[in-house]
């Protein structure tokens, strides 16, 4: 019996990942963008069940998952369970394969020293261009 090869997790793997789930039918998610001076916040509610992965952030950002569970997958990291409540710091360059296994609340805080409320400059800043398995409904609150 041939040994079962073990491919090591990648940026790179997990873009080719994003583009084989790309062809799958999509789900629309709401992101909220939240402002408080200084700071900017981006939240995603994913359902249970739907794969996401994410976009990859150029700056270090909290991220609070304030609600469900999901299964992640990163390079550099061993598949791991993350359950609500759970506080963390992303580095930057991190992108993220996701199973949700509750509907899960995804939030990740910026800094905004210069109050701009902009999405698409702020995205510019924060996010590396590429394609999201997510169709974004943007909603200012």
Not at 78 to 106: F, H, N, Q
Request: hydrophobic share 35%.
């Amino acid at each position: 019996m041939d040994e079962l090869e073990v491919k090591k997790v990648t940026h790179d793997r997990i873009c080719e990942f994003q583009t084989v789930i790309e062809k799958l039918p999509q789900i629309e998610v709401p992101l909220k963008h939240r402002f408080l001076d200084g700071l900017y916040s981006r939240e995603v509610t994913m359902p249970k069940g739907s794969i996401v992965v994410s976009k990859t952030h150029n700056l270090e950002n909290l991220t609070i998952i304030s609600q469900g569970e999901c299964v992640e997958l990163t390079e550099g990291h061993e598949v791991r369970r993350l359950k609500a409540p759970c506080t963390m710091i992303s580095e930057p360059g991190i992108k993220r394969a996701l199973y949700m296994l509750e509907d899960t609340v995804w939030t990740t805080v910026h800094q905004n020293p210069e109050n701009t409320r902009d999405i698409k400059e702020l995205e510019q800043l924060y996010l590396k261009p590429d394609k999201s398995t997510l169709k974004e409904i943007e909603e200012s609150i």
